[in-house]
């Protein structure tokens, strides 16, 4: 009898196979391909999805799939974070597309001991042949695409050497990165070519990849740039990390062949993990380096690397069969002399650009676009429901240029906690004398240093607190101001990161910045100075 069910049920079994093999399309998507994430945000999109009983929630800000706002009643770019409802692992569900019948899975299979995981998305359609399931990917995809129009995803390699989606990053503007003029224009235009010339290599049977070596001064802008470009021309960012333990010769080339055709790989501070000193067949070991060739405000701790690739990994893995086409590869260093010919020669890194410190000319840019008024707050200060009297602020300072002005005196000044002491005026600033007085710092601009005017009730605290803001400048005071600024950076002597941390310093003083970056150039150059003949002592 038991016998008899067994069979029976076995019959079942396999006659519901056939029956799914014959009348239904299934497709399987893995996490660590970019289809699975289409088919999220696709899968979030459906009408019938909102139907479903048995969700798992997502508040992580990586996805881009349809969520519901939470909102807490507040400012929803602070206060609320996108909640997603995603496929319960092991759950099924059943949708309608098109009039046809729909069947969903999420599964989640452990390695290695519960140490990793990888999820798969089934989707079973009820189809005779492909077109509905090429149907849907495409929407799928295309959806995706829009959704991340004004984004940019940076992926990394995990564990298992697969891609893994790590953030998305809004866009930065190219013209934000503040270079000497034309060299932003030049890497984006080249990037933007080379992509659209696949016949062109196709025709003469060159592999169709492109390296740019980005060199220089640390804090120069070359990570910013690369974010940027990838946001200019819509390509994701793949970090290739080579230092990442568990890395290997056979995981790098894999992980290279598994780039998309169409992306940014990004290598940053080649030169940690390879020098010449090193055999091209030995596991590099960068810890010997020291960053002593830089001075003291470019000196940076290197990562220690515990990876295992060996040079010859890294040129086989960059130019053999499995490189992918279409790849654009960037890599940044701080010590270009340092890197092997052989990494650097045209084929592997087509393009060097140097990266150097900061110029006049780039001072004063820096400090024009630092002190701009932002479109959103010129547009709030407008819309202001207690507007101030014409050419008069809210915080007393009156304004000859008729220039729309923000009112300080309401919300965006915090109370101040501790009393602030007398500020002196500039005496070099070249503006009219009918221009503003000296702002006073806010109390949000104290250092803890300067703890003698402060009740003993204040908060103690090192730094600038970020709410408060900078009076609004007209454009010509502005540019006066960014001019004397600019007078006092010396020609490529500090970087572009130290001279923005300075203005960040004086983030609602611009009047304070213009005047004392003199004394805070000579301190920096002073200390630098001392920390070199330490080292030469040593
Ligand atoms: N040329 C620049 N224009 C505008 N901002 C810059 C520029 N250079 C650096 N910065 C600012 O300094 C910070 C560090 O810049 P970034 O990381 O791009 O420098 P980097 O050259 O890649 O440095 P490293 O070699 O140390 O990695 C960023 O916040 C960036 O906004």
Same mark, same amino acid.
């Given at each position: 009898?038991?016998?008899?069910?067994? @069979?029976?049920?076995?019959?079942?079994?396999?006659?519901?196979?056939?029956?799914?093999?014959?009348?239904?399309?299934?497709?399987?998507?893995?996490?660590?391909?970019?289809?699975?994430?289409?088919?999220?945000?696709?899968?979030?999109?459906?009408?019938?999805?909102?139907?479903?009983?048995?969700?798992? *929630?997502?508040?992580?800000?990586?996805?881009?799939?349809?969520?519901?706002?939470?909102?807490?009643?507040?400012?929803?770019?602070?206060?609320?974070?996108?909640? @997603?409802?995603?496929?319960?692992?092991?759950?099924?569900?059943?949708?309608?597309?098109?009039?046809?019948?729909?069947?969903?899975?999420?599964?989640?299979?452990?390695?290695?001991?519960?140490?990793?995981?990888?999820?798969?998305?089934?989707?079973?359609?009820?189809?005779?042949?492909?077109? *509905?399931?090429?149907?849907?990917?495409?929407?799928?995809?295309?959806?995706? *695409?829009?959704?991340?129009?004004?984004?940019?995803?940076?992926?990394?390699?995990?564990?298992?050497?697969?891609?893994?989606?790590?953030?998305?990053?809004?866009?930065?503007?190219?013209?934000?990165?503040?270079?000497?003029?034309?060299?932003?224009?030049?890497?984006?235009?080249?990037?933007?070519?080379?992509?659209?010339?696949?016949?062109?290599?196709?025709?003469?049977?060159?592999?169709?990849?492109?390296?740019?070596?980005?060199?220089?001064?640390?804090?120069?802008?070359?990570?910013?740039?690369?974010?940027?470009?990838?946001?200019?021309?819509?390509?994701?960012?793949?970090?290739?990390?080579?230092?990442?333990?568990?890395?290997?010769?056979?995981?790098?080339?894999?992980?290279?062949?598994?780039?998309?055709?169409?992306?940014?790989?990004?290598?940053?501070?080649?030169?940690?993990?390879?020098?010449?000193?090193?055999?091209?067949?030995?596991?590099?070991?960068?810890?010997?380096?020291?960053?002593?060739?830089?001075?003291?405000?470019?000196?940076?701790?290197?990562?220690?690397?515990?990876?295992?690739?060996?040079?010859?990994?890294?040129?086989?893995?960059?130019?053999?069969?499995?490189?992918?086409?279409?790849?654009?590869?960037?890599? @940044?260093?701080?010590?270009?002399?340092?890197?092997?010919?052989?990494?650097?020669?045209?084929?592997?890194?087509?393009?060097?650009?140097?990266?150097?410190?900061?110029?006049?000319?780039?001072?004063?840019?820096?400090?024009?676009?630092?002190?701009?008024?932002?479109?959103?707050?010129?547009?709030?200060?407008?819309?202001?429901?207690?507007?101030?009297?014409?050419?008069?602020?809210?915080?007393?300072?009156?304004?000859? @240029?008729?220039?729309?002005?923000?009112?300080?005196?309401?919300?965006?000044?915090?109370?101040?906690?501790?009393?602030?002491?007398?500020?002196?005026?500039?005496?070099?600033?070249?503006?009219?004398?009918?221009?503003?007085?000296?702002?006073?710092?806010?109390?949000?601009?104290?250092?803890?240093?300067?703890?003698?005017?402060?009740?003993?009730?204040?908060?103690?605290?090192?730094?600038?607190?970020?709410?408060?803001?900078?009076?609004?400048?007209? =454009?010509?005071?502005?540019?006066?101001?960014?001019?004397?600024?600019?007078?006092?950076?010396?020609?490529?002597?500090?970087?572009?990161?130290?001279?923005?941390?300075?203005?960040?310093?004086?983030?609602?003083?611009?009047?304070?910045?213009?005047?004392?970056?003199?004394?805070?150039?000579?301190?920096?150059?002073?200390? =630098?100075?001392?920390?070199?003949?330490?080292?030469?002592?040593?």
């Amino acid at each position: 009898m038991g016998s008899l069910f067994e @069979t029976a049920r076995r019959l079942l079994s396999s006659l519901w196979d056939a029956l799914i093999n014959a009348f239904f399309i299934t497709a399987d998507f893995e996490d660590d391909d970019v289809s699975f994430q289409w088919i999220m945000h696709w899968l979030s999109e459906q009408p019938s999805w909102k139907g479903a009983r048995n969700v798992q *929630i997502s508040t992580s800000n990586f996805d881009l799939l349809h969520g519901v706002e939470i909102d807490s009643g507040e400012d929803s770019s602070t206060h609320s974070r996108k909640v @997603t409802y995603l496929p319960a692992v092991s759950e099924s569900y059943t949708l309608w597309y098109k009039y046809r019948w729909m069947g969903v899975t999420r599964a989640v299979q452990s390695s290695q001991g519960g140490w990793s995981t990888r999820e798969t998305l089934t989707l079973s359609v009820m189809a005779r042949d492909h077109g *509905i399931l090429a149907k849907i990917l495409q929407d799928a995809k295309n959806g995706y *695409i829009k959704a991340r129009e004004d984004k940019i995803t940076i992926y990394v390699s995990d564990s298992m050497n697969g891609w893994r989606g790590l953030a998305t990053r809004p866009k930065r503007p190219l013209n934000s990165i503040i270079l000497d003029p034309g060299t932003a224009e030049l890497v984006v235009e080249d990037v933007r070519d080379f992509l659209s010339s696949k016949e062109w290599y196709a025709e003469r049977g060159i592999p169709f990849r492109r390296g740019y070596l980005l060199h220089g001064a640390p804090g120069s802008g070359k990570t910013s740039l690369i974010h940027s470009i990838a946001g200019e021309l819509g390509l994701d960012v793949y970090i290739i990390s080579l230092s990442r333990s568990g890395l290997d010769d056979t995981s790098l080339a894999d992980l290279i062949s598994d780039l998309p055709e169409r992306c940014i790989a990004l290598m940053e501070d080649i030169d940690a993990a390879f020098h010449p000193g090193l055999s091209r067949e030995t596991p590099h070991a960068s810890s010997m380096q020291t960053p002593n060739d830089l001075g003291p405000d470019m000196q940076r701790t290197r990562p220690q690397p515990s990876g295992r690739v060996s040079l010859s990994g890294l040129l086989n893995a960059l130019d053999g069969i499995g490189a992918q086409e279409g790849r654009v590869l960037f890599a @940044t260093t701080n010590k270009y002399n340092s890197l092997d010919p052989a990494l650097r020669r045209p084929g592997r890194m087509d393009l060097h650009i140097e990266f150097k410190l900061a110029s006049r000319f780039q001072a004063e840019e820096l400090f024009k676009r630092f002190y701009a008024p932002s479109p959103s707050a010129s547009a709030r200060g407008s819309e202001s429901k207690h507007p101030t009297a014409l050419g008069k602020r809210g915080n007393g300072h009156v304004d000859t @240029t008729g220039d729309p002005l923000i009112d300080l005196s309401e919300s965006q000044a915090p109370p101040a906690p501790f009393s602030s002491s007398s500020p002196s005026p500039s005496p070099s600033f070249p503006s009219s004398p009918s221009s503003p007085p000296y702002p006073s710092p806010t109390a949000t601009e104290k250092h803890e240093e300067n703890t003698s005017d402060r009740p003993a009730s204040g908060p103690t605290y090192v730094g600038v607190v970020h709410s408060g803001r900078a009076p609004t400048l007209s =454009r010509d005071q502005i540019n006066a101001l960014a001019a004397q600024f600019a007078l006092a950076v010396p020609e490529r002597q500090l970087s572009m990161a130290s001279l923005q941390g300075f203005l960040m310093m004086h983030k609602t003083r611009p009047f304070e910045a213009a005047a004392d970056v003199e004394a805070w150039v000579e301190k920096e150059l002073m200390e =630098r100075r001392e920390a070199e003949k330490g080292e030469n002592e040593q």
